[in-house]
C-alpha cells in the first residue's frame, strides 16, 4: 500500500459529495409538555418558586440595575450636602443598598400582580 506522502499531486483525487442542505425543525412542546409548564408557571406566580421566564427575569434585573443606579446617586447627594466626603461614601453605599431593595421588591411586586391578571384572564404561557 503507498503511503499519501509518496503519491504525486496528480495522482492524489479527492472526490468531494454535493453539500447536503439540512432543515431546522423547530420541535414544538407536546401537549402534556406545555400542561406541565402551564401548571409550573401557575404554581411559581401565585405561590412560591423560582420563575424561569427569561422576559421577566430580564425586567427584574434591568429595573433593579436601574433602582441601584438611582439609589448611589442620591446616595452621593445625601453625602455632598452633609460637606465631607466619608459622608459621600456611606451615602452611595447605604443608596446603592436601597435601590437594590427597592428595585427587587418593586419589581416583583409588579410582576406578581401582572402575572396574575394573565393567569386571571386565562393565559398561562
Same mark, same amino acid.
Given at each position: 500500500m503507498n503511503d499519501l506522502n509518496d503519491l504525486g499531486r496528480d495522482e492524489l483525487e479527492i472526490e468531494a459529495e #454535493?453539500?447536503?442542505?439540512? #432543515?431546522?425543525?423547530e420541535e414544538r412542546p407536546s401537549r402534556k409538555e @406545555? #400542561? $406541565?409548564? #402551564? %401548571?409550573? +408557571?401557575?404554581?411559581? =406566580? !401565585?405561590? !412560591?418558586? %423560582?420563575n424561569l @421566564? &427569561?422576559? =421577566? +427575569?430580564?425586567f427584574q434585573a434591568k429595573v433593579i440595575g436601574i433602582c441601584l443606579l438611582i439609589g448611589i446617586l442620591v446616595g452621593v447627594i445625601w453625602g455632598a450636602v452633609s460637606g465631607e466626603q466619608i459622608n459621600m461614601i456611606i451615602g452611595s453605599v447605604v443608596g446603592g443598598f436601597a435601590g437594590v431593595l427597592l428595585g427587587?421588591?418593586?419589581s416583583g411586586f409588579y410582576l406578581m400582580i401582572y402575572r396574575t391578571g394573565k393567569h386571571l &384572564?386565562? =393565559? $398561562?404561557s
Open positions: #454535493e453539500p447536503v442542505e439540512l #432543515e431546522l425543525v @406545555r #400542561e $406541565h409548564r #402551564e %401548571a409550573y +408557571n401557575i404554581v411559581t =406566580d !401565585t405561590i !412560591t418558586g %423560582a @421566564r &427569561k422576559s =421577566d +427575569n430580564v427587587l421588591f418593586g &384572564k386565562g =393565559d $398561562h
